[in-house]
């Protein structure tokens, strides 16, 4: 067990420039999950996949954010057009479905996106 | 809408004293309570977890209470070390449906041990 593994740890980019993130799972964990942490609050929900399927995307999800997990494996969070609105830690979680639905997310250490 | 709510931004402490921090939640559908730490430039780490069956669950120098009536939990650091100060997130989920597992998450106690 490696742990889940997000790069890069952090990233400055220009507005209107898009960024892209990877996610890697803990091996054999079927669920992924995209949050996000701005200041001062806790991760906030973005988008769950089973597997390859995306099953759930929030609204603070807009257009100009897209996941996906290609192979069920590693997952990306691309934004298109960031915003300084966007600067914040982006965290990636993973848990393995067992015989109940309550399992603990296991979080990377984040991307810190600043957007100058 | 704040579904899980943290009132306490920070929380100071002596070494070897206990440690209380709260957690309120509105949503009547979570049935799985968590708690995360937090050190900075790294992401939550899990604690400690309870089912909405029961109302204790103890780990080591953790213990975390759930009074499902009043909509709250706590979590009990006893005793606590340095080592504990970090950021506290109390995080709620509803394992039924299509709830796949998603966290809701309080705001986080900043917590300060003093040697």
């Known amino acids: 067990d490696t742990g889940v593994s997000q790069d890069p740890r952090h990233k400055i980019t220009k507005r209107g420039q898009n960024v892209t993130f990877r996610c890697d799972p803990i091996?054999?964990?079927?669920?992924l999950y995209w949050y996000r942490q701005t200041l001062g609050q806790g991760p906030e929900f973005l988008t769950y996949?089973?597997?390859?399927?995306?099953?759930?995307k929030s609204r603070l999800l807009s257009d100009r954010f897209s996941a996906e997990r290609p192979k069920g494996s590693f997952s990306t969070l691309e934004i298109q057009r960031t915003e300084q609105g966007d600067s914040a830690m982006y965290l990636c979680a993973s848990s393995s479905r067992g015989a109940a639905n309550n399992s603990p997310l296991h979080f990377g250490n984040g991307t810190r996106l600043t957007v100058t | 809408d704040q579904q899980v709510k943290q009132n306490s931004p920070s929380l100071s402490v002596q070494e070897g004293r206990i440690s209380i921090l709260n957690c309120d939640y509105t949503?009547?559908?979570?049935?799985?309570f968590l708690w995360y730490k937090k050190y900075p430039a790294e992401g939550p780490t899990f604690l400690i977890s309870?089912?909405?069956?029961?109302d204790k669950n103890e780990d080591g120098r953790f213990t975390v209470f759930l009074n499902k009536s009043a909509k709250h939990l706590s979590l009990h650091i006893v005793p606590s070390q340095p080592g504990d100060s970090a950021v506290y997130f109390c995080a709620a989920s509803a394992t039924g449906g299509t709830s796949y597992g998603k966290l809701t998450f309080g705001q986080g106690t900043i917590l300060t041990v003093h040697p």
């Open positions: 996949f089973q597997n390859e399927a995306q099953l759930e």
């Open positions: 949503n009547s559908m979570f049935d799985y």
């Open positions: 309870i089912s909405s069956i029961k």
């Open positions: 091996s054999e964990h079927n669920r």
